[in-house]
T-cell receptor, first 114, second 109 residues
Framework: DVKVTQSSRYLVKRTGEKVFLECVQD?????MFWYRQDPGLGLRLIYF???????EKGDIPEGYSVSREKKERFSLILESASTNQTSMYLC?????????????FGSGTQLSVL | QKEVEQNSGPLSVPEGAIASLNCTYS??????FFWYRQYSGKSPELIMF????GDKEDGRFTAQLNKASQYVSLLIRDSQPSDSATYLC?????????FGAGTTVTVRA
């Protein structure tokens, strides 16, 4: 079974802190994604990566950065956490190809910024 | 950003009935369409995908696509309490997917 593992299920941080969310996949997938999910807004893409050391901005990249030093690991960084970044963060991966018909999601990290 | 709109819900249906979920999308060039199911507190999981106009059936689920009308739907026949979840419509956008906000379905026993 494909496994996408997110390092924390729940995280509480203070405003202004630098926050790292880690994601690891074990299926040698080329593509990895970070989404955030908010009630009534669905999943919104923050960043994605289609290869090691490659990254592309999604629809809402402001206030975030990413790192992909190894194929299996994709990290989301909140440079200076703010309360409006309180959300559920979902990491996903998929094999190469233009149509990502199957995204494999991690179990999510519920981040609260106080 | 490609727009993906779903009927707002929540949708409540009696057990055994048909649940009908609708989704429209803004980009006429979109080629691939997906339905994900998300149980409360869980991650989304793919249940259907469709590429061609018409119907595609998989068990109790039927996806319908009309590219001319930029419309995709999901029918759940013989709805069961285990179908109670949020259903997310997604449309391909090059290497990534754009998701709708989701429709929450509750199946009443």
């Amino acid at each position: 079974d494909v496994k996408v593992t997110q390092s924390s299920r729940y995280l509480v941080k203070r405003t202004g802190e630098k926050v790292f969310l880690e994601c690891v996949q074990d299926m040698d997938h080329e593509n990895m994604f970070w989404y955030r999910q908010d009630p009534g807004l669905g999943l919104r893409l923050i960043y994605f990566s289609y290869d090691v050391k490659m990254k592309e901005k999604g629809d809402i990249p402001e206030g975030y950065s990413v790192s992909r030093e190894k194929k299996e690991r994709f990290s989301l960084i909140l440079e200076s956490a703010s309360t409006n970044q309180t959300s559920m963060y979902l990491c996903a991966s998929s094999p190469t190809g233009q149509t990502n018909e199957k995204l494999f999601f991690g179990s999510g990290t519920q981040l609260s910024v106080l | 950003q490609k727009e993906v709109e779903q009927n707002s819900g929540p949708l409540s249906v009696p057990e055994g009935a048909i649940a009908s979920l609708n989704c429209t999308y803004s980009d006429r060039g979109s080629q691939s369409f997906f339905w994900y199911r998300q149980y409360s507190g869980k991650s989304p999981e793919l249940i259907m995908f469709i590429y061609s106009n018409g119907d595609k059936e998989d068990g109790r689920f039927t996806a319908q696509l009309n590219k001319a009308s930029q419309y995709v739907s999901l029918l759940i026949r013989d709805s069961q309490p285990s179908d109670s979840a949020t259903y997310l419509c997604a449309v391909n956008d090059d290497y990534k997917l754009s998701f709708g906000a989701g429709t929450t379905v509750t199946v009443r026993a």
